[in-house]
Structure formats: structure tokens, C-alpha cells
């Protein structure tokens, strides 16, 4: 079975920094797309930042020059080095992983890992 486990999320005080870490597991052919997504209270999810199997990068506006995504193919992991952090990134981030393996072509979410940004 895919999944994808998330490390990292915690309270941090506005300015400072915290990085995520998502690493995908299972039988794994290729990995088409790695990334992130957020989700506030009462709001929607939204993408914060992601990395195609071409090394191509893509960022929210809101998090351009703060957020750095990076990804290992190797260890089969993203990470996400998250810099200068504001009270509005206070949300549940979710790594998010579009994957080839033996049966198909699938996304796959994980579990979502809280981050808390106290002004």
C-alpha cells in the first residue's frame, strides 16, 4: 500500500521558521508530483507549494521569498523550509503526492500536520 508520512508542524512565534517533511512509501514506479496544501479554519484548501518530476517549482503568491520546497527523488521525500512565518499560516498542511505505481496512477494525501503561528 502508498502512503505518504508527514514529519514535522508545531507552534512557532510569527518570524520565526519550521520545516515539513513528507516521505512516500510503497511500491513506487515514479513520482509525477510532490508537494503541499493548506487549509485554515473555514477556509479552503489551498496549494502552498509544489515540485514536479522535472525539478519544476511552483509557490502561492502569499508564500513566495518565505517558503523554499525541495525534493529528494532518491528518498523519495519533499520538504518544505517554511522562513519569516505569519499568524495568517496557521493552518493544517497536508503533503500531497501524485504517484505511477504497479496498478495505476493515483494522488495520495497525507494525514495533515498542524502548524500554529503565534503573533
Known amino acids: 500500500q502508498v502512503q505518504l508520512v508527514e514529519s514535522g508542524g508545531g507552534l512557532v512565534q510569527a518570524g520565526g521558521s519550521l520545516g515539513l517533511s513528507c516521505a512516500a512509501s510503497?511500491?513506487?514506479?515514479?513520482?509525477?508530483?510532490m508537494g503541499w496544501y493548506r487549509q485554515a479554519p473555514g477556509k479552503e484548501r489551498e496549494l502552498v507549494a509544489i515540485?514536479?518530476?522535472?525539478?519544476?517549482?511552483d509557490y502561492a503568491d502569499s508564500v513566495k521569498g518565505r517558503f523554499t520546497i525541495s525534493r529528494d527523488n532518491a528518498k523519495r521525500t519533499v520538504h518544505l523550509q517554511m522562513n519569516s512565518l505569519k499568524p495568517e499560516d496557521t493552518a493544517v498542511y497536508y503533503c500531497?503526492?501524485?504517484?505511477?505505481?504497479?496498478?495505476?496512477?493515483?494522488?495520495?494525501w497525507g494525514q495533515g500536520t498542524q502548524v500554529t503561528v503565534s503573533s
Open positions: 500531497y503526492a501524485r504517484l505511477l505505481h504497479y496498478r495505476g496512477e493515483n494522488d495520495y
Open positions: 510503497g511500491t513506487i514506479i515514479r513520482i509525477r508530483t
Open positions: 515540485a514536479t518530476s522535472g525539478d519544476s517549482t
